[in-house]
């Protein structure tokens, strides 16, 4: 009921703004939610609800400006009709995604949303974005429960980063049977993502035939991570998988050197410093360590032009979720170029489930991460996961898994 | 009146119980957990030692950084809650245009010490502007306003140094570069020992031990013990108030960006928010010690540090529960608690009721 | 004599205001406040934020020295102010000039091309450069050229010019609470551009707001006169007129603000709440108290826990439930209070801080996750429901909260002044001597914080409907600190000081929310200037108006006479 009350309001606002708008040829919106009609001149808007302040910021950073090349890379218009973004902080948090999302909702001409960054941030913001008839394509929400229908999926959610699922699983799979190790412990920092990924490794590392010697959790801003890896070192595992972030990612890398027991235990981290300021961050210490993620074949041609603008616009690269948020960019216009209906004078109509349909059709889209199909609950990655391995500073990929 | 009096004891009876109560249920629970652990005994007594050490270390620096507010705290009965944003911005500074390009340039291979020596100096030195800087604009016109407001101003300060610093030098993490003269361990007594862990516990213990010295036998301090013991008559006697408060300011900074350049050293990363934890642990230890006490500022640093080092995997492993560590600070402020429950005024603090604090 | 030289132009001031100035630009300048918002007009394609960042220093600067010179001559003054624009665009130019060469960028990532571009305005490092210091020097002459007009002109011209920068600053949100029906879009694209003003609108909000600011310089006087002299009857019937004007803004202003907005005003709701709980143990009972949090996420958590959500318990719905999470906290109150009864000031302080801490690592903790979900949250919590109906939107929940501040405020209201309330101003006054005079100290500090916890726990209840869903992290110490921070600024023990406080700091923010990175530095800055222009609050009780004039009229010790002169 809910449903259908915020669609008449949704009508109604889209009728009464495409009434105003120059009539040249009569279009008729037989979209099921709606229609935007943008008039001969005006931007396409397109927002974002990322994470720019607060500890985490570095990743929102990061995803804009994988989103402002996108945009750039377009000429910064879409049928001939400039690309407006509008962007909104999301923060890390529940509150933060809602907030965020029901302003960027409230606005009846934006079609798409690139957000949110953190798994906490996405739940609420799928939900309103679904209900206001829009897309949602995050570069960063890895939590399996947003496109579960039965936890927190919404119909217009998208997202171009890895399922903890498939990921998790992967890196099991790559210790168990590459690396032959049989006995694995793992750290998570508190955060959906880490906590999720390390449970998935481990369930799967426990139904191959391998031991979990411990699991255990550091909190954000810890430093001093010798004690705890000091009660890991007991059960002297013969791998430690930390999908985690750089700053404590950094100083668990530098640290497990340190101590007596860890001395023959492999490391892993995940796609959180898959990073060249982990690389800095961690040292020497990091050589010879792994880094689950997508795979960025480094000679990816669309990757190398990205970093060429990247590095001439920002000065340096951060993290690996601006690929992602280009990627969903990239999606999100060329499914605008797909629907859009022009008429003589330039007015576009764009469908909104027409937009929902063609991206949940996108089949061997060519991105940075790789070859991107939806599923029908909109987890869009490419689901070749890489292993790569630090060998002089560089992310070498060594194994690649499609489940 | 009679029913009244009964009442209250009525009520302190109760209160009592429930303290009691609270007190024996903690006390069970950790010698039940370190009992548990004893027995199971998963680590050998070098690990003990090794938690040991890691708690010194890590405590050394939580105590010069709770002397900055121990020393404020002395003077002005303020918390200065800005204080963690001192650290950072010496070393972050020092890092991005000092130990950076020294690096860059071989000089830091080279010449080590002297290496250091500036990235100490500047840091020091940018902790202390910043510090000048902030008691002049957002402290010294509220020293007449009620407690709370400067409070607010300092949590004011804070967030605008943090922000600050991160739109000056950005918001990635900044590896701090390796100092190769550090790298390695010493066998100390049998125990390998960190070249960084023992560099900083020295350096900490003597610069403890110099800010002692000031604050005791320098005119300067006896002029700050004056002001804190009671402004007015010390503005009477002749002291310049305000001159007194900002080199105290000064003091406690110069400390912090010496504690910065030690953290740098230990963890070799840098960014903007890198203040906000530590000066929460430092503020918690300066306040463990007995607030206003230059010695119980480094004995609740120690102590915090070690507890959060061997606490979770004697206390809490025996018990089984599930991620010890990252329960860490719930230990602290557990044992925060459980001090100031016996002493109200902290382990080394005086009696805060005539200051009526 | 010392008049004299207060007034007498001295160009000693003049210098150190400047580099002030020029501190400020080339700060705001390296932090990227300019170059980042150098694009966000305030009129379209004139003046953008970026430019107000840049200039703004300067025009302050040389308002401050014209009106700390007022009796200086005006030619004076107005030198005094070209000299001061002058000396704040000086470091611009050296950074233009060393920029490139010094490689600048690799320290500072905001000192990037496209800030240079902006400094020069795209005009080339020499030509740029005049032109800067031209602006720059012309906007001080300005800035000292203002007091110098006479209030009547000059008060309307501040009005004017503060009106469209705010208008302009907010175009955004102005234009989501304006709608797209009919003639609205018509006005809208009329007084609006892409971004901020168009020149027109802007044009048109500073005739009429001068326009208004002038009609009330020349007949407000008269006005409020002609008020004063009403017989205090009418006064009265006005004074209820407004009241009711008041409640009737309130109850329909969701169809004024919209989806947006309303959501706003929501979270400043819950935070009204909030403040209004911490005011009692704060405010009335002065007991620092720094780990807030704890009630509200015990609410939150409850809450969620005894509805059908992911992790629930027990199935009830929200209203069931609702009184459960008040007591929940209440009971969470009662606990942590016993612990801390002897304890005073900052050592209560850190102790409140740690119990936040404390809650916040255990309901993250994988100790407690298989039966609340630690990191992963809980999700599926049901809406608030009425009547069968879910209150999913803003401007439905809306309601449910106004009702919970409505009572929360008339609670507070009732018990300042009760028996209870004077208790807790003894308690805060002195301890010693209120227990002398009889008061239980342990009864009523357990009944502070038992109030101050209920009010938290229903605030945290509603919290969690609303969203959702909740995740631990929602309940960090910046909750707390904000709680704390709007009863101060709003004023302490001031039950509208907890609104207005609110609003400020809260729904401004809110506002700014295109600020993005930069809304941490602008609420720290705020904090800062709100505390050091009003110590009392912005809405000061009487008690504290009161204790701060009595404060005033004490005979103050030498050395504060004398540092005070100094300044």
């Known amino acids: 009921m809910k449903y259908s009350k915020a669609l008449s309001i949704l009508m109604l606002t889209v009728l009464l703004v495409s009434a105003c708008a120059p009539k040249a040829a009569p279009f008729e919106c037989t979209d099921a939610i709606g229609c935007v009609t943008i008039a001969p001149g005006d931007p396409v808007r397109i927002g974002y609800a990322l994470v720019l302040s607060g500890p985490n910021e570095s990743l929102g950073i990061d995803s804009r400006n994988g989103i402002e090349i996108a945009v750039g890379d377009h000429d910064t218009k879409v049928l001939e009709h400039p690309i407006e973004l509008v962007g909104e902080d999301a923060m890390c948090s529940a509150e933060g995604g809602q907030t965020a999302l029901t302003k960027l909702a409230a606005d009846p001409s934006l079609i798409g949303i690139i957000g949110t960054n953190c798994s906490s941030a996405g739940e609420p913001a799928s939900r309103i974005a679904s209900d206001a008839g829009m897309v949602l394509l995050s570069p960063s929400n890895t939590a ?61 590392f426990k139904e191959m035939g391998g031991t979990i010697t411990a699991q255990e959790a550091v909190n954000v801003g810890d430093t001093d991570m010798r004690p705890i890896l000091t009660t890991i070192a007991v059960g002297s595992p013969d791998f430690l998988y930390y999908p985690i972030f750089i700053p404590e990612g950094a100083q668990i890398t530098r640290q497990a050197g340190d101590i007596a027991g860890l001395e023959n235990t492999t490391l892993a981290g995940a796609d959180g410093m898959y990073s060249p300021d982990f690389v800095e961050a961690a040292g020497d210490a990091c050589e010879g360590m792994y880094i689950s993620g997508p795979n960025l074949a480094f000679e990816n041609p669309i990757y190398d032009h990205f970093l060429e603008v990247h590095l001439e616009k920002y000065g340096k690269t951060l993290s690996v979720f601006h690929a992602q948020a280009y990627d969903g960019t990239m999606m999100l216009l060329a499914a605008i170029e797909k629907v859009a209906v022009q008429d003589e004078d330039g007015t576009l109509h764009i469908g909104r489930q027409d937009i929902r349909d063609a991206l949940y059709a996108t089949k061997d889209f060519d991105g940075i991460t790789g070859n991107l199909n939806c599923d029908q609950y909109g987890d869009c990655a490419d689901p070749e996961i890489a292993v790569n391995q630090l060998q002089n500073g560089e992310y070498v990929p060594l194994w690649t898994y499609v489940p | 009146m009679q029913t009244t009096i009964r009442q209250r004891f009525e009520n302190i009876d109760y209160l009592d119980i429930a303290l009691w109560v609270l007190r024996i249920v903690i006390i069970v629970a950790v010698l039940w957990g370190t009992v548990a652990t004893i027995l199971d005994n998963p680590y050998s007594t070098e690990q003990w030692l090794d938690f040991l050490i890691f708690g010194l270390a890590q405590g050394s620096l939580y105590a010069l950084i709770a002397l900055g507010y121990t020393l404020v705290y002395g003077v ?199 203040g906000f934890f530590p000066g929460l642990k430092a503020f918690t230890a300066a306040v463990l010690g007995g607030i206003g006490s230059v010695p119980g500022a480094a004995l609740g640093g120690l102590l915090l540090g070690l507890f959060e080092s061997v606490g979770p995997c004697l206390f809490l492993e025996g018990l089984g529960i599930t991620s010890p560590y990252q329960l860490k600070d719930v230990i602290a402020f557990t044992m925060l608690v459980l001090v100031l429950l016996v002493r109200p005024q902290g382990i080394m603090g005086e009696r805060l009721a005539e200051k009526k604090a | 004599m010392t ?38 007009d305030i009129i379209g394609g004139m003046v953008s934020v970026g430019h107000v960042f840049l ?127 009919g003639l609205g879009l018509a006005i809208r694209r009329f007084v609006f551009a892409a971004r901020g003003l168009s020149i027109l609108g802007a044009s048109l909000v500073f005739l009429i707001v001068v326009g208004l600011s002038a009609w009330w310089n020349s007949r407000g006087e008269g006005i409020k006169a002609r008020v004063n002299a009403l017989p205090p009857e009418r006064q009265r019937n006005l004074r209820w007129g ?44 002065g007991m620092l108290n720094l780990g807030y949090v704890a009630f509200f996420a015990i609410g939150a958590y409850t ?28 009971l969470m109150g009662l606990i942590l209070v016993i612990p801390v009864l002897k304890m005073r000031g900052d050592y209560l302080a850190i102790v409140t801080l740690g119990f936040g801490e404390i809650i916040r690592i255990l309901v993250l903790s994988d100790f ?200």
């Open chain 1, 144 to 204: 399996p429960s947003l496109t579960n229908p039965d936890l927190a999926w919404n119909p217009g959610y998208f997202r171009i980063c890895h399922n903890d699922n498939i990921q998790g699983a992967a890196m099991a799979k790559y210790v168990y049977e590459e690396l032959g190790a049989r006995t694995a412990a793992t750290i998570h920092d508190g955060s959906p993502y880490a906590d999720q990924l390390q449970e998935v490794f481990a369930n799967t």
């Open chain 2, 76 to 274: 002005l009965l303020m918390i200065n809650f800005a204080h963690g944003e001192f650290f950072m911005a010496g070393i972050f500074t020092a890092t991005v245009f000092v130990a950076i390009p020294l690096d860059a340039s071989g000089f830091t291979d080279r010449h080590p010490i002297w290496a250091l020596l500036v990235i100490a100096v500047v840091a020091i030195a940018t902790s202390m502007g910043i510090a000048v800087l902030t008691e002049r604009v957002a402290y010294r016109p509220l020293r007449r306003a009620p407690r709370l407001v400067p409070l607010i101003t300092a949590i004011g300060a804070s967030f605008f140094w943090q922000y600050f610093f991160r739109g000056l030098y950005g918001s990635g993490i900044t590896a701090f570069p390796d100092v190769a003269l550090l790298k390695g361990s010493w066998t100390i007594l049998g125990l390998e020992i960190l070249k960084s862990q023992v560099v900083v516990i020295v350096a900490s213990v003597l610069m403890l031990i110099g800010l002692y010295i000031f604050v005791m036998r320098t005119r300067m301090g006896k002029a700050m013990r004056a002001v804190s013991e009671d402004k007015d008559v010390a503005a009477l006697m002749g002291i310049d108030v305000d001159r007194v408060i900002m080199i105290t300011f000064a003091v406690g900074a110069a400390m912090a960006g010496a504690a910065g350049v030690l953290y740098a050293l230990m963890y070799r990363q840098v960014h903007f928010f890198m």
């Open chain 3, 3 to 40: 008049m004299e030289t207060e007034t007498r132009f001295n160009w000693g001031e003049i210098v150190r205001l400047g580099l002030l100035a020029a501190v400020i630009a080339l700060s705001l300048n390296l932090i990227g406040l300019v170059g980042t918002f150098a694009g966000r």
């Open chain 3, 55 to 181: 200039f703004g220093a300067a025009l302050g600067c040389g308002y401050i020295a014209a009106q700390r010179f007022s009796g200086g001559g005006a030619g004076n003054t107005l030198l005094g102010g070209l000299v001061i624009g002058l000396l704040s665009s000086l470091p611009l130019v050296v950074l233009v000039l060393i920029a490139e060469p010094l490689n600048l960028r690799q320290f500072m990532p905001y000192v990037s091309p496209a800030l240079l571009e902006m400094l020069t305005f795209g005009q080339g490092q020499a030509l740029g450069s005049l032109i800067l210091i031209v602006v720059a020097s012309v906007l001080g002459l300005i800035g000292a050229g203002i007091p110098l007009l006479p209030s009547r002109v000059r008060q309307p011209l501040i009005w004017g010019l503060a009106a469209v920068f705010l208008i302009g600053l907010l175009a955004e949100v102005i234009i989501l609470a304006w709608g797209n029906q």
């Open chain 3, 242 to 285: 407004g009241i009711g004007l008041g409640i009737l803004l309130l109850l329909f202003l969701p169809m004024f603000l919209r989806t947006y907005l309303t959501e706003v005003i929501d979270n400043v709701g819950l935070f009204i709440l909030m403040g209004l709980g911490l005011n009692i143990v704060v405010g009335f009972a």
């Open chain 3, 303 to 330: 809450m969620a826990l005894l509805t059908p959500s992911e992790y629930g318990v027990a199935g009830l719905s929200f209203w069931t439930a609702l009184p459960f999470s008040v007591l929940a906290a209440v």
């Open chain 3, 368 to 567: 407690l996750a298989p039966w609340i979900g630690g990191a992963q949250g809980i999700l599926k919590i049901p809406n608030v429901s009425v009547a069968g109906m879910e209150l999913v939107k803003p401007e439905h929940l809306y309601y449910v909260i106004l009702a919970g501040c409505l009572l929360a405020l008339f609670v507070s209201w009732r018990l300042r002044d009760a028996r209870l309330g004077r208790q807790w101003r003894a308690l805060r006054e002195d301890e010693d001597v209120a227990e002398a005079m009889g008061i239980n100290l342990v009864k009523t500090k357990l009944l502070a914080f038992a109030i101050g916890a209920a009010f938290a726990g229903m605030s945290g209840a509603i919290f969690a409907s609303k969203l959702g869903s909740i995740f631990p992290h929602s309940f960090n110490l910046m909750v707390s600190i904000n709680v704390l921070c709007l009863i101060i600024v709003g004023g302490i023990g001031s039950l509208p000081g907890v609104v207005v406080g609110a609003l400020f700091l809260v729904g401004l923010p809110e506002l700014l929310r295109e600020f993005a990175e930069y809304r941490m530095l602008m609420y720290g800055a705020l904090l800062i200037v709100m505390m050091v222009a009003r110590p009392e609050g912005l809405w000061p009780s009487e008690v504290m108006k009161r204790e701060l004039r009595a404060g005033s009229e004490e005979p103050l010790p030498a050395g504060f006479v004398v540092s005070s002169a100094e300044r």
